[in-house]
């Protein structure tokens, strides 16, 4: 069932190469088309303050509450961003990549969440195993869910619209929609 998220603006932001048609972000932005996907000017470059200030302009769009749904180094970048906006509410962070193997780990390692943030890794993710994940996710202050061997959880894993991911988003916004009516009163 997909959750109701019509109060929200909901930001994808894919990893490495974007996510194409088989890629839950992207079967997710079929259902809900009000999604909008954070483009970027060089899928193929993994450059986190290039990719963060992309997202920080989309945020600096409009004061509306934000879900941020971000995948591998789409993570990155939305961790490095979103500190600075309160009307963030809410981040589902799936499959991040090892800040280590980018060399940004100095840029991220005290970068908490301000909002609710989930973090769903896989044992077998040749990005970042789970344990490495869970590591990063108590940095930030995430909580964390092992999905078990799922790779990276992108379209090679043949996840389909990928239920336990919008059960997640689902209670992200059970979250957030207790935060919503003071977050509106202060805008």
Known sequence: MLPDLSDYRVLIVPGLNDSGPGHWQTRWQVHYPAFERVEQDRWDRADLIGW????????????????????????????????????????????????????????LRDARMRCPTIMMGSENDPWMVAHR???????????????????????????GDWEQGLQQLGRLRAVADVCLPSLRASC
Request: aromatic share 8%; glycine share 8%.
């Open 52 to 107: 963060s200030q992309r997202l920080t302009e989309k945020l600096q769009q409009s004061t509306r509450p934000v879900i941020i749904v971000a995948h591998s180094f789409g993570c990155l970048a939305s961790v490095h961003a979103t500190r600075r906006f309160p009307h963030v509410v809410a981040a589902l962070l799936v499959a991040p990549a090892d800040p280590e193997k980018f060399g940004v780990a100095h840029l």
């Open 133 to 159: 994940a869970a590591y990063w996710a108590d940095c930030w202050g995430c909580g964390f869910v092992n999905v078990g061997a799922l790779g990276h959880i992108n379209a090679e894993s043949a996840l």
